[in-house]
């Protein structure tokens, strides 16, 4: 440090004589809050070392809905922002039963042996509307959680698909930094949450099961779309004749689709997640797929693209939280309620008072 910067009125000297003058309690709140500084300053730097525990606990942050996590977290995400992006993040699905778990401790334990780091997490909005979810209820993934270059994190709960969205793409975000450069995030097909983890992802792969019969029926028509991959799961044993016919089947019916903004013909392969059969496949097929992306630009433009959609995103679910959350909107809408029961007014006009009177109350 330089004589001028200690000279300084900036330079902080610890025990300067002038600091016997201070209020004892703000020396302690000024204590409090550099401890607070250092604290998060170590929880982030710990983070970009890649240790897990930081990791965790910064997702924790994440999770949390108090207003002083939320600030830290915010700040978290921050010094994890520039470190973040080089990854691929891969989007997992198909219905309970299929084999997700077999398969992500499969193709995990593989990547691993490949040299990379995985995290696993997962989107399950069951977690929030009931007590079991669909995901999160069995041991899962016993050997991976063994790994040291594996991260498992369970479904965040949350009030809304919204709110459990927002956490997983922030917890991306955080495992990016800390070193993790493939990215799983599994999901079960309820409500919209195929299309969100859609939306956060590179890649999105389909496992199936291969049926009696007519594969196509069950399926929503909208998962083959978005599908980059379906892999049909439990091709072993009796299975096997089966889950080839299957293919052959969804092979047919892809031609259907139109082609994909990303370039990428989607494939469908078979695996058996129990005896790790087809697992280096889908692991070529991925990269093949990489390759294509980064060379025809479409991996960067899908990102910016997804990036746009969960600001916009955000900002909804802000502005609708804050509305329907005021306390005088809650009252003057249940007032409008009534009114429209009583035919006083139309759902029309109880609208445009509503948001009137919202913007009033913004401005004082
Ligand atoms: P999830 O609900 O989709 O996560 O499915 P699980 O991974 O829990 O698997 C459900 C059941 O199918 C378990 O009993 C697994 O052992 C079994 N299973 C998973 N993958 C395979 C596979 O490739 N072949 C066979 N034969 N069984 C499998």
Redesign the pocket.
């Given at each position: 440090m330089s004589k001028n910067s200690e000279k300084s009125a900036l330079h902080e000297t610890g025990s300067s004589p002038g600091s016997k003058n201070i209020n004892p309690n703000s020396a302690e709140r000024i204590r409090a809050i550099r401890k607070k500084r250092a604290s998060e300053e170590d929880l982030t730097s710990q983070l970009l070392k890649g240790n897990k525990t930081a990791l965790g606990r910064a997702i924790t942050m994440v999770e949390s809905n108090q207003p002083a996590h939320k600030e830290k977290a915010q700040a978290l995400i921050e010094g994890a922002l520039s470190h973040a992006n080089k990854s691929i993040r891969i989007g997992i699905t198909?219905?309970?039963?299929?084999?997700?778990?077999?398969?992500?401790?499969?193709f995990g334990s593989y990547l691993i042996k490949q040299g990379k780091k995985v995290a696993v997490l997962a989107v399950d909005p069951t977690s929030s509307l009931s007590r079991g979810s669909?995901?999160g209820d069995?041991t899962?993934m016993e050997n991976l959680v063994r790994e040291e270059h594996a991260f498992i994190r369970p479904s965040p709960s949350g009030e809304s698909l919204g709110g459990v969205a927002r956490k997983t793409r922030e917890s991306i975000v955080l495992c990016e930094a800390a070193g993790f450069d493939v990215i799983l995030i599994?999901t079960?097909g309820v409500g919209q949450s195929e299309t969100t983890v859609h939306s956060m992802t590179d890649f999105f792969l389909l496992?199936k099961l291969a049926g009696a019969g007519d594969e196509l029926q069950g399926i929503k028509r909208g998962i083959i779309e978005m599908a980059d991959a379906i892999v049909i799961?439990?091709?072993?044993?009796d299975?096997q004749k089966a889950a080839r016919e299957a293919k052959l089947e969804f092979n047919r019916a892809l031609q259907l689709y139109p082609s994909k903004e990303s370039g990428w013909k989607p494939e469908v392969a078979l695996?058996?997640?129990?005896?790790n059969?087809g697992i280096a496949e889908v692991w070529e097929m991925i990269s093949n797929f990489q390759k294509l992306v980064f060379k025809n630009g479409h991996f960067n433009a899908n990102r910016h693209q997804q990036n746009k959609f969960w600001l916009l995103q955000t900002i909804n679910e802000h502005l609708k939280n804050n509305f329907y959350q005021h306390p005088q909107i809650k009252e003057a809408l249940a007032e409008q309620l009534e009114a429209i029961g009583n035919n006083k007014t139309t759902a029309f006009s109880a609208a445009i008072y509503l948001l009137n009177k919202y913007r009033e109350l913004q401005k004082i």
């Open positions: 198909g219905v309970p039963g299929v084999g997700k778990s077999t398969f992500i401790e499969s669909i995901l069995k899962r599994e079960v496992l799961n439990k091709a072993d044993g299975n695996s058996s997640a129990l005896y059969s």
